[in-house]
């Protein structure tokens, strides 16, 4: 029931996972309106759906939404995972109250004190993962640590590489540069056995140098929607100056391909959504503004990383 554009997008994009991915999906939330939007689609059998009846909206705090509406969907879908009648969840609704109720349902791993948004980010030379991306507003610098040892996990799980190469996002590469947090941050770093680049720049952010990039996640999320912003404006501006002459129509033409290569690596919608690492289960959080396409991917994604075996593959390579 989260997100802009629930529920519809929402169940849309759930029975397109279906139909594309193979991925059985119950859908989790007000019956009345879920069946409705069901009925709209051809779903031969039709779809699982679990009663949920209370909705948290972004405006609530999440932790008194939780406790005021003990019926919410993300709650409830949570559950349905520690239970084991699920293998994962998706939401597209309130991060925190997401956060929440994945940290109630399924505990956290151990060494791991708080879990940590970790999305993906287009580089010139692939993809890295950033983390924290909005779960924690306020971290110590041990945490960072932790984030720097989460992320390196998950790109040996996830990505195959072995030795991830990790910065702390900074606004200077000097150790002495940055909050206390930063500088705090560094000095523990400096000291892990981890693949440790030092401070990252924000204009390196799309560079390729890191494989990790940790930061706290407010720094994170202001990072990442600052980003999102710029690919918005430069496709429209793209969009005005090849449709303004003939001229330039015609260029249009000879490279919309390549346009649509680069949208597919800088789109969010591609991603579908980033998972809360460090918590023993799987939560996928998506953008609040997911279109179908983007819930689409996010559910695949999480039934991928179920399938990888990511819980259990991290806490090894944690403990390892």
């Known amino acids: 029931m989260g997100g802009d554009r629930a529920p519809a997008a929402v169940v849309t994009g759930a029975l397109q996972a279906l139909r594309r991915h193979g991925v059985a999906v119950t859908l989790v939330g007000a019956e009345a309106q879920l069946l409705d939007e069901v009925a ?31 019926r919410a969907s993300v ?76 992320g390196a996990a998950f790109a040996r799980v996830s990505l195959g590489i072995e030795r991830a190469r990790i910065g702390l996002l900074s606004i200077g ?7 206390d947090l930063v500088r705090e941050a560094h000095a523990l770093l400096s000291r892990m056995p981890l693949e440790f680049i030092g401070n990252l720049e924000a204009r390196e952010f799309f560079s390729g140098r890191a494989d990790v990039i940790v930061c706290d996640g407010f720094t994170g999320n202001i990072a990442l929607k600052v980003g999102e912003g710029l690919v918005e404006a430069a496709e429209e501006m793209l969009r005005e100056e090849l449709g303004a002459d003939a001229v330039s129509r015609i260029g249009s033409l000879l490279t919309r391909r390549a346009f649509e290569r680069f949208k597919q690596r800088v789109d969010y919608a591609e991603r579908g959504g980033a998972p809360l690492l460090g918590l023993n289960g799987i939560a996928v959080v998506g953008h609040g503004r997911s279109t179908a396409q983007a819930i689409e991917n996010g559910i695949a994604l999480a039934a991928r990383l179920s399938r990888e075996r990511m819980v259990e593959r991290m806490a090894q390579a944690l403990n390892g």
């Open 40 to 70: 709209r689609q051809d779903v031969p059998g039709g779809v699982p759906v679990v009663d949920a009846p209370d909705v948290i909206t972004m405006d609530d705090s999440p932790l008194a939404a939780l406790r005021r509406k003990p």
């Open 75 to 150: 709650r409830v879908a949570a559950e349905m995972v520690a239970r084991g009648e699920a293998a994962a969840f998706f939401s597209a609704g309130h991060t925190g109250a997401t956060l929440l109720s994945a940290h109630h349902a399924f505990g956290m791993m151990a060494g791991v004190e708080r879990p940590a948004l970790a999305v993906s980010v287009p580089t010139r030379t692939g993809a890295a993962i950033l983390l924290d991306a909005g779960a924690n507003v306020d971290s110590r610098p041990e945490h960072l640590v932790q984030f720097a040892r989460l």
């Open 173 to 179: 590469e000097e150790a002495g540069k940055g909050t």
